[in-house]
């Protein structure tokens, strides 16, 4: 089996509806599928999501998968690389060489990953914050990295 040559964005039981739809906006601008691992912090038909994501929402192309188990089965079927953005690593995502099939994982607003998703990433890499901060917003996060991503695949 060939496995989709795509770039993605994978959401970890994402919390806050707003920035789950600006993230799908941003998806379905840049034409990227975008997977959510659930349990949400909010209902998926939540009308904060849908006034983040305008009429943007319909031409996402999103994937729900019930749990995290879920969607590593379906990620090792494809045979695809994870890539997790972190806090937690010392590789700066501008080092990294990104690959067309990678799947750029990001963790919930209030809780980033738990250890079992870290354990199950290919790798981890971090967006560095000279000035100090602890994070930076998810959307943001996804649009920086899948920037750098789409930067070195195009």
């Not at 909010?42 to 319909?58: H, P």
């Not at 031409?59 to 972190?86: E, G, K, P, S, Y």
């Not at 998703?117 to 990295?145: C, K, Q, W």
Request: net charge positive; glycine share 8%; with cysteine.
């Amino acid at each position: 089996m060939n496995p989709k040559q795509d770039l993605r964005i994978a959401l970890y039981q994402p919390d806050i509806a707003g920035n789950t739809g600006t993230i799908l906006r941003f998806a379905a601008c840049m034409g990227i599928a975008v997977d959510i691992i659930e349990p949400a912090g909010f209902d998926l038909s939540d009308r904060n999501l849908r006034r983040a994501g305008m009429d943007y929402l319909e031409m996402a192309a999103l994937t729900r998968h019930v749990d995290w188990d879920a969607f590593q089965q379906w990620r090792i079927a494809q045979r695809r690389r994870l890539v997790l953005m972190t806090t937690k690593s010392a590789l700066p995502y501008t080092d990294f060489a990104f690959g067309v099939a990678d799947i750029l994982l990001f963790g919930r607003e209030s809780a980033g990953a738990p250890n079992k998703v870290h354990e199950a990433a290919d790798t981890r890499v971090t967006i560095p914050m000279p000035g100090g901060g602890r994070s930076l917003n998810l959307a943001l996060s996804v649009a920086m990295a899948t920037g750098e991503a789409m930067r070195q695949l195009r």
